[in-house]
């Protein structure tokens, strides 16, 4: 699939009709499918309906959150969800700003509430050309076996910064000390609004990172999440997320971005150079 | 004025109820407002009006030229445009690609087709420390006298490449010779939907590039359309663009970028961080 197939595909929301705003202490805080608010309004959990609007009627954290949590189990009994994943996800409007609620991890789409996420690449540089540390995921991951990846890359957890995930995930996926992190470099965001099952709403922040490693620093897994890392050649890396689907789509975003930011993707050798950059 | 509020001033287009599609062959290649179709409608040119489009009746390029040579005349005469620029832009779909006709750059906004440019940024890098050369433009220019600028930033002409562009304009404006700006690195696009005047659209996509200069080439403008040039130390840039309207918007914006892609606007330096990254 080409790139620009990809991209369009992260970015294909275009019923808004069907959704109805999620509205938390009057802000929009999501957008929930009319499946899922004919759910909610059947099992008489504490929501208001006005206009396209699903408000809670709760006002503080506590019972916020436990609304949340049964709203979780009401999509689990209906088999929207299929299990929980036991990690808290922070609802804000950005990161670091006023926490609304926490949730499980599985529901964040299906309220589409933004969800964040860190993916770093770390790289070798010899003179002008790149080489890229590229994880192989494990094949027994429940989301995308198999699949190439970002050589760091996890979502950003309730009551983390961005420095504790990137800490956390760096440690986990590829036994990169603090010390090493703090060289990364912080150099953008990327998002995307994703319809990809029949009543969720993926609205993803990544957080890029690109942190250059010396020869000698090898990427270890410790969570068992990879199976064995990979180094390519930049090139390499550019067909693969031009030509194949061997990278996760998100993941070949970020490559993309980072090839972009260096001029190894340009408008030379990237037909869709200028749509493709126009989103990124 | 904060950066954020500058892009979003940027990006304000919120009224497309009062635009119809400009159609060529089959294809929306502008957004035109209906005080300039009533116009176009009054004077009987050769366009015809079905629904939310006005499409042209001519196919043959030498007979759309002169349709838009006629509809910038009848601008002028209705003084919507005040005067023609002489500068001939392409109107395509993307940069490269098939060219539908072309029309003097005064026309572009109003008929809301895309228009490109080319944006520089030249720098000098010590250690961590990085300046870049910032030109004032001169008071005599009649968009924006005497505001900051990008180091180079100009229009992409009808039958030129983004080379041949980011050389004239290199040339022109801070006499950088063909060898100096092949060093420089095309690091992606920006693009903004701006109504910036009562009938106007401005679509642009600007092409960015950067460049490392050594401590000895210092930057001479050949035009008159720079008054000089100050090298300035990137702290002062970033204030500038967080706190003062001294720069050009459109070029805040391109230093935004720059300055994000180096980690030198971050979350921890700038409120807005996601909101800003994720418009650019």
Chains 1, 2 share one sequence.
């Not at 805080?29 to 004919?38: A, P, T």
């Not at 609620?101 to 509430?113: M, P, T």
């Not at 990169?176 to 609004?193: D, N």
């Not at 390519?232 to 980072?258: E, M, P």
Request: include cysteine; aromatic fraction near 10%; hydrophobic fraction near 35%.
């Amino acid at each position: 699939m080409s790139l620009l197939k990809k991209l369009k595909e992260l970015n294909n929301f275009s019923d808004k009709k069907n959704f109805f705003n999620l509205v938390c202490c009057n802000t929009n805080v999501g957008l929930v499918h009319r499946k899922i608010v004919s759910l909610i309004v059947k099992n008489k959990l504490p929501y208001n309906i006005k206009n396209n609007n699903l408000i809670f009627k709760e006002k503080k954290k506590k019972l916020l959150n436990l609304t949340l949590k049964n709203t979780c189990d009401l999509l689990l009994t209906n088999k929207i969800i299929k299990e929980e994943t036991g990690e808290n996800f922070p609802c804000v409007l950005s990161l670091g700003k006023k926490e609304y609620f926490i949730l499980d991890r599985s529901l964040v789409e299906y309220l589409g509430i933004r969800g964040y996420g860190v993916h770093l690449v770390a790289y070798i540089k010899n003179k002008d050309n790149i080489k890229i540390w590229v994880p192989l995921r494990s094949k027994t991951k429940r989301v995308e076996p198999n699949k190439l990846d970002n050589t760091v890359a996890g979502g950003i957890s309730a009551g983390e910064t961005l420095l504790q995930a990137l800490f956390r995930e760096g440690y986990e996926e590829a036994s990169f000390k603090e010390k090493t992190l703090l060289r990364a470099k912080q150099v953008g965001t990327i998002s995307y609004t994703w319809r990809n099952k029949p009543y969720s709403l993926r609205r993803d922040t990544l957080f890029i990172f690109d942190l250059e490693l010396s020869k000698d620093t090898i990427p270890k897994n410790n969570d068992g999440e990879v199976s064995k890392f990979k180094l390519y050649d930049h090139k390499k890396v550019r067909d693969k997320i031009q030509k194949t689907n061997d990278f996760k789509k998100n993941c070949a975003l970020v490559l993309a971005s980072f090839l972009i930011r260096r001029g190894l993707i340009n408008i030379d050798n990237e037909k869709n150079y200028e749509e493709i950059s126009r989103f990124l």
